[in-house]
């Protein structure tokens, strides 16, 4: 199954925690991960004084499920220091936020993982990196490919600014 995800880190070495995960990441891949551009920006939907963001995409082949995928991603999260949903306010800086936006075709709504995301498309964070991965994409449930819903998103964030394309 192909599988995007979202990474974001405000929290620390921003950098060294998204090679960090996408080390981790890397060990559930059939085939070498693909990586968006990397992207400061703005905290959206945080905390006051909340620092910003380094952004990016991912995409790879996993023999997982979505739900085998969520699990192992949290688990990843937390191991890279990412306090618990029960301990910590809702947007808090972390130091790895990892998403699952798109697996294949597949299609969720359960208490535990909606598939797609169900913001994806009103996320500029979210799809400038996937852009960079998967501009013709069209995510199940959306009518639109990637670069499409980009210029039609609305979202009332700053443009995220691409500090590298390789890292």
């Not at 688990?75 to 699952?100: C, Y």
């Not at 936006?101 to 359960?110: Q, S, W, Y």
């Not at 501009?135 to 609305?154: D, G, K, Q, R």
Request: hydrophobic share 40%; charged share 25%.
């Amino acid at each position: 199954m192909k599988v995007f995800l979202a990474l974001g880190s405000n929290l620390g070495d921003r950098l060294a925690n998204l090679r960090q995960a996408r080390e981790l990441l890397s060990s559930l891949a059939l085939n070498p991960i693909q990586s968006a551009g990397l992207y400061e920006t703005d905290p959206f939907d945080c905390p006051p004084d909340s620092p910003a963001f380094l952004n990016t995409a991912i995409a790879f082949e996993t023999a997982l499920s979505p739900e085998e995928l969520l699990t192992k991603s949290q688990e990843i999260e937390q191991e890279l220091g990412r306090e618990s949903q029960d301990t910590r306010a809702r947007n808090s800086p972390r130091p790895v936020d990892i998403d699952l936006l798109i697996c294949d075709e597949e299609i969720r709504a359960t208490s535990e993982l909606t598939l797609p995301h169900p913001r994806l498309h009103e996320r500029l964070f979210v799809l400038f990196p996937l852009r960079d991965l998967a501009p013709t994409l069209v995510p199940p449930t959306h009518a639109n490919p990637v670069s499409f819903l980009l210029e039609l998103c609305e979202s009332p964030e700053l443009p995220p600014i691409l500090l590298q394309e390789k890292w």
